[in-house]
């Protein structure tokens, strides 16, 4: 058997069928023999918690009560308790908080992997760079597959693209034509021999 895993499955919770998808992506990592913390299941309830402290206090200061707590318990179950990420990436732009829960996983090195099955994107078939590249590009597009990229995952290493994007901004910083610009961008990409044709 391979290691046990702490997984936290971060995505979109705000419908029913939002709700079941990622269910079902919690449902496969556990049928792995990981541990899986999936918020709607296993966090705060907003709109149980809602009603009853509304009663008890204002209606603002409760909804700031209960983002403080979730954010809290959120923050800790992905820094502090989680190995792994399992993001779901579905929609046209993916839902915000994922994004920033996947970023808290890459930056802390841990594994990251992508869910989406939704060929809505902003940019030619992809989603934004800033967003695939925080799983090391480990993308799934069916749900049954993701046990196993969970598994051949890597832990992050933020260093190594904070290294490689430190270089490519000195030696961008004294490309002066669009040509030494294009010659800069395909070495660091080990392309280089492309601008020799």
């Known amino acids: 058997m391979s290691e046990k895993l ?3 499955c971060a995505g979109p919770l705000f419908n029913d069928a939002e709700r079941m998808e990622m269910e079902q992506i919690a449902d496969v990592i556990e049928s792995d023999e990981h541990e899986v913390f999936l918020p709607q299941r296993d966090g705060i309830e907003y709109f ?6 509304k009663e008890k206090m204002e ?17 800790y179950k992905i820094i502090g308790w989680s190995d ?9 732009v993916p839902d915000p908080g994922t994004c920033i829960e996947a970023a808290l996983a ?25 967003i695939r590249g925080l799983g090391d ?16 995952a890597k832990p992050q ?4 693209a904070l290294a490689e994007g430190s270089a490519l901004a000195a030696d961008l910083a004294i490309s002066h034509s669009q040509n030494e610009y294009l010659h800069t961008v395909l070495r660091h990409l080990g392309l280089g021999h492309l601008m020799e044709k």
């Open 48 to 53: 149980t918690l809602f009603p009853f402290l």
């Open 137 to 152: 590009y480990t993308f799934v597009n069916t749900i049954s597959k993701i046990a196993a990229a969970l598994r051949a």
């Open 84 to 92: 792994a990420v399992v993001a779901n990436l579905n929609g046209v």
């Open 157 to 160: 290493k933020p260093s190594i």
């Open 59 to 75: 209606a603002m200061e409760a909804r700031l009560l209960l983002h403080r707590i979730i954010f809290n318990l959120d923050i």
């Open 106 to 130: 890459w930056y802390t090195g841990k594994r990251v992997v992508y869910f989406k099955n939704d060929d809505r994107t902003q940019f030619d078939g992809l989603d934004n760079a800033m």
């Open 6 to 8: 702490k997984v936290y």
